[in-house]
């Protein structure tokens, strides 16, 4: 078995889409969520599907409790879904090409520091881009700068304000994050 660990901070909808989708899953299992917000959604993800979750604060991914716990947990791979901390140069190292981020926008436009969540959405509609999508890849220890596994896009329309092209990337994220995961893992692992 292949175990995953998700990072979140926020509502969590990316979690659940994942959390269903290897739920019955024949060889990748989420074994372990984790955030560094107490009020995070997505510890009610964890508890619908009976997932230990922790809250962990920045301190922790640097001085050795986080991989702690994953090492406990014996994960093999960490996905990041709406995770806002960043990830340190020694974890990106222990878990080298085993970690992957969903962002939303089409990397490199509008990534970066700052470059997160509401912030993405408003600079895309600002600048009347006439399409905005999302993009899986690979982390290294620059904000959204490893390699890019996936992107899929979608088209905007003049009257789209900056809820609606969030809506429609977040659509493509919830349809398209769960295989890549699966493509990915399965690939690295075979
Ligand atoms: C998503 O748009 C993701 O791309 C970004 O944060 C958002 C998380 O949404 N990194 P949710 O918490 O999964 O609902």
């Known amino acids: 078995m292949v175990n995953i660990a998700i990072f979140a901070s926020g509502g969590g909808s990316n979690a659940l889409e994942i959390c269903t989708y290897f739920e019955n899953h024949p060889?990748?299992?989420?074994?372990?969520?984790i955030t560094n917000k107490p009020n995070a959604g997505v510890i009610g993800v964890a508890?619908?599907?009976?997932?230990?979750?922790?809250?962990?604060?920045?301190?922790?991914?640097?001085?050795?409790s986080l991989i702690a716990i994953l090492e406990n947990h014996k994960i093999d791979f960490v996905i990041l879904a709406g995770f806002l901390l960043l990830i340190p140069t020694m974890f990106v190292r222990q878990f080298e090409n085993r970690i992957l981020n969903i962002h939303p926008s089409l990397l490199p436009a509008y990534g970066g520091y700052g470059m997160y969540g509401h912030f993405v959405h408003e600079a895309v509609y600002k600048n009347k881009e006439k399409i905005s999508g999302m993009t899986?890849?690979?982390?290294?220890?620059?904000?959204?700068?490893?390699?890019?596994?996936?992107?899929?896009?979608?088209?905007?329309?003049?009257h789209d304000k900056p809820e609606q092209i969030a809506e429609k990337v977040l659509k493509l994220e919830h349809k398209y994050?769960?295989?890549?995961?699966?493509?990915?893992?399965?690939?690295f692992v075979s």
Do not use: W
């Open 27 to 33: 060889n990748i299992k989420v074994s372990v969520i």
């Open 47 to 64: 508890s619908k599907f009976n997932i230990p979750s922790y809250i962990i604060g920045k301190k922790n991914m640097e001085d050795g």
């Open 136 to 158: 899986i890849h690979l982390v290294n220890e620059k904000y959204d700068e490893g390699r890019i596994i996936f992107q899929a896009e979608c088209a905007l329309d003049v």
């Open 177 to 187: 994050y769960s295989q890549t995961i699966e493509n990915y893992i399965n690939s």
